[in-house]
T-cell receptor
Framework: KAGVTQTPRYLIKTRGQQVTLSCSPI?????VSWYQQTPGQGLQFLFE???????NKGNFPGRFSGRQFSNSRSEMNVSTLELGDSALYLC????????????????FGSGTQLSVL | KQEVTQIPAALSVPEGENLVLNCSFT??????LQWFRQDPGKGLTSLLL?????REQTSGRLNASLDKSSGRSTLYIAASQPGDSATYLC???????????????FGKGTHLIIQP
């Protein structure tokens, strides 16, 4: 069973540009979450999608957006890139959205390393 | 807002030792807590998940305990091996208003080095 796949693995952009990152969840998983990891702030939750709808959103500016397609694949977009957006962006999937009463784990991809110059 | 602290931030021990990694969180109203490991430049690998109603979970040489009321979890690694070298992250799910967010809240992690 294939794991969570993120593309591209590395990306270099310049300030002001926009970028789109892609995530393919594990087959059968309908929930996709995105996280940003930086040395200073650690891992921070960006947003979660389930059945093509954004269910939850972290404390990030509107430049960060995402969407989910009918096949559960998700994309994340960052517009007007800033130097501080340089980070490892991680995508995670799970079968169910409701992980509150189940043993539903999150499975992470290897991430996309974004460098903004 | 949920805040997670992991102690120690870094640890270097010789192979074969048993060790304990600590995690504390400020809001005990959590649903569950996961422990992950992260290898350099890689994503996260889920190690153990403990439901809020459970006290501990075991997988091989790993044992995680949860004391929800005191906001603490520990990860015990028995007979450590060089392959255990990684950053270990704890992440409670739930707790705190988090500005509406409903994702995991991560600690900064414990960077573990097992010397051969």
């Amino acid at each position: 069973k294939a794991g969570v796949t993120q593309t591209p693995r590395y990306l270099i952009k310049t300030r002001g540009q926009q970028v789109t990152l892609s995530c393919s969840p594990i087959s059968g998983h309908r929930s996709v979450s995105w996280y940003q990891q930086t040395p200073g702030q650690g891992l921070q939750f960006l947003f979660e999608y389930f059945s093509e709808t954004q269910r939850n959103k972290g404390n990030f500016p509107g430049r960060f957006s995402g969407r989910q397609f009918s096949n559960s694949r998700s994309e994340m977009n960052v517009s007007t890139l800033e130097l501080g957006d340089s980070a490892l962006y991680l995508c995670a999937s799970s079968r169910d959205r409701d992980r509150k009463t189940t043993n539903e784990k999150l499975f992470f991809g290897s991430g996309t390393q974004l460098s903004v110059l | 807002k949920q805040e997670v602290t992991q102690i120690p931030a870094a640890l270097s021990v010789p192979e074969g030792e048993n060790l304990v990694l600590n995690c504390s969180f400020t809001d005990s109203a959590i649903y569950n807590l996961q422990w992950f490991r992260q290898d350099p430049g890689k994503g996260l690998t889920s190690l153990l998940l403990i439901q809020s109603s459970q006290r501990e979970q075991t997988s091989g040489r790993l044992n995680a305990s949860l004391d929800k009321s005191s906001g603490r979890s520990t990860l015990y690694i028995a007979a450590s091996q060089p392959g255990d070298s990684a950053t270990y992250l704890c992440a409670p799910y739930g707790g705190g208003s988090g500005g509406g967010a409903d994702g995991l809240t991560f600690g900064k992690g414990t960077h573990l080095i097992i010397q051969p």
